[in-house]
């Protein structure tokens, strides 16, 4: 049996995005906008980084904290919370994002139902997940 280098596959997952404008080309994420979310942890202040699906809300990026459909919120969300300014990386593109985590009800159903129109695979995780999916705002100097 091998064993599976998470850390490598990640590496070559960003590499991939950075080589195919933010969408890999292979594997299974393949087609998928992905960005990479620099940050800091939460309680360490170390650099963090996350691999994320987004869509688009004008010209802010979206994303949700599904952690793929786990019981528990994934961990960046409480790093976005202690240390909202982040960078955002997609393909080529590296700029600065403040991150900011919606807390108007409406709002946030207005966001989840557009992510979900854009990425319709995001329809299960409630359920799945069995708690309020968290939608976030990345507003950062894009394009």
Do not use: C
């Not at 459909?69 to 960046?76: L, N, Y």
């Not at 854009?118 to 999916?133: K, S, T, V």
Request: glycine letters at 10%; a negative charge; zero cysteines.
């Amino acid at each position: 049996m091998t064993d599976w280098d998470a850390s490598a596959w990640e590496e070559a997952l960003i590499a991939d995005i950075r080589e195919h404008d933010g969408r890999p080309s292979s594997g299974p994420l393949e087609g998928h906008p992905l960005l990479v979310m620099h940050g800091r942890g939460a309680k360490s202040g170390e650099p963090r980084r996350a691999i994320l699906t987004y869509s688009r809300d004008g010209k802010d990026y979206i994303v949700a904290g599904t952690a793929g459909g786990s019981t528990k919120p994934p961990a960046w969300l409480a790093n976005l919370r202690a240390h909202p300014d982040v960078t955002l990386e997609i393909g080529t593109r590296s700029f600065g994002a403040t991150a900011t985590i919606v807390t108007d009800e409406a709002e946030r159903a207005r966001l989840w139902d557009q992510h979900v129109a854009a990425l319709p695979w995001f329809a299960d995780y409630p359920a799945q997940a069995n708690r309020l999916i968290p939608m976030i705002r990345l507003t950062g100097a894009a394009e």
